[in-house]
């Protein structure tokens, strides 16, 4: 198989102590410190009023990461096919509806359940930027952010059109902290564009290996790497961040990874 | 290449190498295809797990009783149960291990759409949780039943592969757009063959919730009905193994066309004109090379809501006026959410090989303010081209088209 090209024009990262790319690239490049806190998000813009009176974390999430990158490409959302890719829906509403039917009255507010879909962020995306490009929703466990690139390099390859990804967790309240402990909600997110224009910050080239995933050297940095799926990003991220050519292998599905020629200069 | 075919752009289709589908209405294909030949419904009025109301359902049988193979024992549930009895029909097994051997494990993709995954496993368990700690019972296994990537896991798994994986969860259209991603995938020389389909079980999530919005009707569902008032929901399963077309011979099924789009109108409720359906509808027949009086038979997503059946209809008489049949096949088998897209693929192909249109059923008097040509009846005739229909909550639309070669 020959490698994969595609250029990235929009970056975003959210995530603890990692407010915003801006933010985000000096953390990575080694220039500041990350300081564990959970994220602080800008407020959700765009959506009517009364979507944005049902929002979670995972909307305020997505939404944060897709402006910050749309925005950092110059690219006009309302023409990007969209891959929205997380280990699980909103955490809370799923624990809400959880609880709510273990109860003597089972009754799931119907806000709720529309918003338990896994492509809730997905909908209110496409309403807040009146965007009726195709839309696609994913899992793989950990191998989340591998399988969003995949996807979202495809979808951008085949249709020879910019595509966006994000790449985004949340956190389960406890009982289902326990056995799925993400300890803060990050998300990433990357324009992608099959053609080279001014807007290219890097190329990358993806194909599939059975080598090792790369680490973080920062201690803390490395412990987001492996507890939060989409933090699996986080070896591209740091390249990206110091606009430093290089190849990194970042997790898939045993025994695949996907390693990731990175070009800064195009 | 014949005339019937020369439309079709091979390079682009999948060649559908073997299916089978297991809902209410069968286990395997000879009984689907009996059940739509009988026009025989699948839905029950019954009591079902903890309900405390009587629900129309499309339940399968015997899914309480079925053991997970041994090594697969950390994937109990119902949704992976449902995907084990589905797998083990039609030769389907034989099929993807003669692939195996053919491209090798790492070459074999899995893409499966799901809803609600093994939800009922978390409902359960926290009707169980210890009164003093408040943790869930030990034996609850969290990723590989109620995750969403429970159910490709356990495929892939299942047959041993190494290729890429992933689920597609965009409730209702989940298992028609995982042909998007196969197709993708195996155009970008990433795989040579992949299985896709979808999987999804009754619980309580879907039964309380759609209720919630009084979406589920108290009588088994009669799509295009003036009567008209819910979906009925069932357990369903399909899987197909699709490769790339170039080898494609007589009576084959291709994928001949996708498309995909979405609403940007409301998170539960359709685009009152079915604007975002008709976006998707003509994608596919674009991608397809054909024109909409090519297509014999269109299977609708037909859900038997109000406003659903209202929106859908404008959107395909739009498109293709008034002739072309039409049918939903959720009166037989009820909304299986999201298995729906890959079980009403196969549906289309059992109509495309068999050359008949399936009737509706649970429908008595079709709305007049529905104008498209709903079928009541088997309708039988030469059949070369059926597309289908798949939209769900979050404004997510997935149409596909389905071409027999005939040589």
């Known amino acids: ?125 496409s309403i807040a930027t009146a965007c009726m490009e195709p839309s696609t ?74 080598s090792d995933a790369s680490k973080m050297p920062d201690a803390e940095l490395e412990m987001l790497r492996l507890n939060i799926p989409a933090a699996r990003s986080l070896p591209l991220m740091q390249l990206l961040a110091k606009g430093s050519n290089g190849t990194v292998v970042i997790d898939y599905l045993e025994p695949l990874n996907l390693s990731i020629e990175v070009q800064c200069a195009v | 290449m014949c005339c019937l075919t020369k439309f079709i752009s091979r390079v682009q289709s999948l060649r559908l190498t073997s299916f089978t589908a297991t809902s209410a209405i069968g286990t395997g294909l000879a009984a689907t295809l009996a059940a739509l030949r009988e026009q025989r419904s699948g839905i029950a009025r019954k009591k079902w797990e903890t309900l405390d109301f009587d629900a129309c359902i499309g339940e399968v049988p015997g899914l309480d009783t079925l053991a997970l193979r041994d090594d697969l024992a950390i994937f109990d549930c119902r949704n992976n149960r449902l995907a084990q009895l589905a797998l083990e029909q039609d030769g389907f097994e034989q099929s993807v291990r003669d692939v195996i051997t053919r491209y090798g494990s790492k070459r074999v993709g899995v893409f499966l759409g799901t809803s609600t995954s093994g939800i009922l496993s978390s409902e359960i368990a926290y009707r169980h949780r210890d009164a003093a700690s408040g943790k869930l019972p030990a034996n609850h296994d969290y990723r590989h039943t109620h995750n969403s990537y429970s159910s490709a896991d356990f495929v892939r798994r299942y047959f041993g592969l190494q290729g890429p994986a992933f689920v597609v969860s965009t409730a209702c259209s989940s298992s028609a757009k995982v042909f998007g991603s196969a197709q993708r995938m195996l155009a970008s020389g ?191 005739q030469p059949m070369r081209h059926a597309l289908s229909n798949s939209f769900g909550f979050g404004g997510s639309n997935c149409s596909l088209v389905f071409s027999k070669i005939t040589a």
């Open chain 1, 1 to 125: 198989m020959s490698a994969l090209q595609i250029y990235v024009d929009g970056i975003s990262l959210f995530g603890p102590g990692l407010s915003g790319w801006e933010q985000s690239r000096e953390v990575l490049a080694g220039d500041a410190a990350l300081l564990l806190a959970p994220p602080q998000l800008p407020p959700v813009e765009c959506l009517p009023p009364a979507e944005r009176r049902r929002v979670g974390m995972l909307i305020k999430l997505s939404m944060a990461i897709g402006f910050e990158a749309v925005r950092s490409a110059g690219a006009d959302p309302a023409h990007l096919a969209t891959v929205f890719s997380s280990t699980e829906a909103d955490c809370d509403n799923c624990h809400n509806i959880l609880e709510t039917l273990a109860s003597p009255d089972r009754a799931v507010s119907p806000t709720r359940f529309h918003n338990s879909v896994h492509n809730a962020p997905s909908g209110y995306w």
């Open chain 1, 137 to 210: 929703s994913l899992c793989a466990y950990d191998a989340t952010f591998s399988a969003g690139l995949l996807e979202a390099t495809t979808q951008s390859l085949n249709s020879s059109k910019p595509t966006l990804l994000l790449a985004y967790d949340a956190t389960f309240p406890e009982p289902l902290f326990e056995l799925r402990p993400i300890p803060y909600p990050l998300g990433v997110a990357l324009v992608l564009n099959p053609v080279k224009t001014a807007s290219a910050r890097a190329q990358l080239s993806l194909s599939l290996v059975t």
């Open chain 2, 190 to 380: 990433l795989l040579d063959a992949a299985i896709v389909g979808g999987v999804d079980s009754l619980c309580l999530t879907t039964l309380y919730g759609f209720n919630s919005l009084q979406l589920v009707s108290s009588n088994p569902c009669k799509p295009f009905d003036i009567n008209r008032d819910g979906i009925s929901i069932g357990d369903g399963a399909a899987f197909l193994l699709v490769e790339k077309a170039e080898n494609a011979v007589h009576d084959d099924i291709l994928m001949s066309g996708i498309g995909e789009s979405s609403d940007a109108h409301h998170m539960s409720t359709p685009h009152p004109e079915g604007l975002g359906a008709r976006l998707a509808m003509q994608a596919a027949l674009k991608m397809s090379g054909l024109q909409p009086s090519d297509i014999s038979y269109i299977n609708l997503h037909g859900t038997s809501t109000h406003n659903n059946d209202d929106a859908e209809d404008k959107g395909v008489t739009a498109i293709f006026g008034t002739e072309t049949p039409c049918s939903s096949t959720k009166g037989h088998l009820g909304h299986t959410l999201g298995a729906a897209g890959a079980i009403e693929a196969i549906i289309c192909a059992l109509a495309l090989k068999n050359n008949f249109a399936p009737g509706g059923v649970g429908t008595e008097t079709i709305d007049p303010q529905l104008h498209c040509n709903y079928l009541l009846s088997n309708l039988e």
